[in-house]
């Protein structure tokens, strides 16, 4: 019997699925060499953030692999080669880097996404950040879900209360927290072949919501194969 096969997609590929359900995204631009990275540094507008884009890397800020705060051509080009040297201490083939907009402050919060045998697709939410697995501040709904069940699935939670403001804290936009939801579940019950969706962080601001990084394991890869190593 042919064995199913999970791969993740590659941070651009996922990112362009997720843009694809309505999920806003920081302006972003896929960079092979550090020329190329400072070029859309520039088109995107200073502050950048830099992310290593591997196949062989799943948490990228534990190896390096995330630079925020980049705020000159010259950070760039720096930040780009010591991407190129994480593929050598880590063993891993490099496909080259994400060039993102530095987002603004917000509450950082996770929508994930998966299949569970007995109720097929399921979509999660709460606390984001590493956090996470030692809070385990999350709750569940089948996917798709109403707005009314997305706003229940918020509520249940402490990122909820956070959202709602705190000590003096300006409230979140509920309502971009609701509409992420409603747009991962869609994206779970509509496209068969994802097998996990895991959106985290995504940042709710006083006004609008961003995912900042999208992690998705599918079954096939249709399409193009994503870029080769630099
Ligand atoms: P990973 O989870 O693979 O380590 P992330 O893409 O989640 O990498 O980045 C790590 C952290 O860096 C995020 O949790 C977030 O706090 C911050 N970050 C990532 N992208 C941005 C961005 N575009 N703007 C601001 N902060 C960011
Ligand atoms: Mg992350």
């Given at each position: 019997m042919a064995q199913r096969r999970s791969f993740p997609l590659l941070e651009p590929e996922a990112y362009e699925l997720v843009s694809r359900y309505g999920l806003p995204l920081p302006r972003y631009a896929f960079a092979r060499d550090s020329q190329e990275a400072c070029k859309a540094a520039s088109e995107i507008g200073f502050p950048v953030v830099l992310k290593v884009v591997s196949p062989?890397?799943?948490?990228k800020s534990d190896v390096g692999g995330v630079r925020v705060g980049l705020n000159s051509a010259c950070e760039v080009a720096s930040a780009f080669d010591s991407m190129k040297l994480i593929g050598r201490t880590q063993k891993a083939s490099i496909h080259g880097a994400l060039v993102v907009e530095q987002a603004g402050q917000g509450v950082e919060v996770i929508i994930g996404g998966f299949r569970d045998e007995e109720f097929g697709p399921v979509v999660m939410f709460g606390s984001g950040g590493i956090l996470v697995e030692i809070t385990k501040d999350v709750t569940f709904g089948l996917a798709p879900v109403t707005r009314d069940e997305a706003l229940r699935m918020i509520l249940d939670t402490a990122a909820g209360s956070i959202l709602k403001g705190v000590r003096g804290m300006a409230p979140a936009d509920i309502e971009a927290a609701v509409q992420a939801i409603i747009s991962a579940s869609s994206l779970m019950a509509e496209e068969?072949?994802?097998?996990e969706v895991d959106l985290n962080p995504v940042v709710i601001f006083e006004s609008g919501c961003m995912v900042l990084d999208a992690r998705i394991l599918r079954t096939s890869i249709s399409g193009a194969l994503g870029p080769s190593d630099i």
């Open positions: 062989d890397i799943v948490h068969a072949d994802v097998q």
